[in-house]
T-cell receptor, first 111, second 113 residues
Framework: DAKTTQPNSMESNEEEPVHLPCNHS???????IHWYRQLPSQGPEYVIH?????VNNRMASLAIAEDRKSSTLILHRATLRDAAVYYC????????????WGAGTKLIIKP | EAQVTQNPRYLITVTGKKLTVTCSQN?????MSWYRQDPGLGLRQIYY???????DKGDVPEGYKVSRKEKRNFPLILESPSPNQTSLYFC????????????FGEGSRLTVL
């Protein structure tokens, strides 16, 4: 099963862009790349997802490497409310349709 | 408002006393799933359901049961809870199983003494 690798934690200053990396070197051609975040004491929240092309939405941007072995979640201007654990997840097109969640990256925002 | 509702949010129980955690979604989603979250282990899938009357095991199904008699409800049943089932549980639903956004409930913190 394809898995993802993320740094355990990252720090950023408020109002600055944040680039959260994710490695998924064993990704298959039909796997989607999803990002979720979990704020303290809350359930995970969808951020963005993509397959091959870069994606933008109101929350963030997702940059996917040409070989799809890595991706980067970009928060353009981090605020204190963006402090959370960010999960990079691959979704499988096999019969189990499982999501494999790693430990995620704890993002710390400094005022 | 689109939401996934779990109950109870907090529960302390004793070993062997059957309990059910309910999950209901109001978005007409076909796909529903249960996860448990433990420190250092991330979210692990317990069971999932592709549609009414269709359920399948996830990564850690032992000690749990589920049912999907109606599209909106997906209860998690612990027939004989044990202390190792003390955890934070999340229910989630999605319109499209692999490409759609997963909507999560607020979580149910269960303690088994």
């Amino acid at each position: 099963d394809a898995k993802t690798t993320q740094p355990n934690s990252m720090e950023s200053n408020e109002e600055e862009p944040v680039h959260l990396p994710c490695n998924h070197s064993t990704i298959s051609g039909t796997d989607y790349i999803h990002w979720y975040r979990q704020l303290p004491s809350q359930g995970p929240e969808y951020v963005i997802h993509g397959l091959t092309s870069n994606v933008n939405n109101r929350m963030a941007s997702l940059a996917i490497a040409e070989d799809r072995k890595s991706s980067t979640l970009i928060l353009h201007r981090a605020t204190l409310r963006d402090a959370a654990v960010y999960y990079c997840i691959l979704t499988f097109m096999d019969s189990n349709y499982q999501l494999i969640w790693g430990a995620g990256t704890k993002l710390i925002i400094k005022p | 408002e689109a939401q996934v509702t779990q109950n109870p949010r907090y529960l302390i129980t004793v070993t062997g006393k059957k309990l059910t955690v309910t999950c209901s979604q109001n978005m007409n989603h076909e796909y529903m799933s249960w996860y448990r979250q433990d420190p250092g282990l991330g979210l692990r899938q317990i069971y999932y359901s592709m549609n009414v009357e269709v359920t399948d095991k996830g990564d850690v199904p032992e000690g749990y049961k589920v049912s999907r008699k109606e599209k909106r409800n997906f209860p998690l049943i612990l027939e004989s809870p044990s202390p190792n089932q003390t955890s934070l549980y999340f229910c989630a639903s999605s319109l499209l199983r692999n490409t759609g956004e997963l909507f999560f409930g607020e979580g149910s913190r269960l303690t088994v003494l």
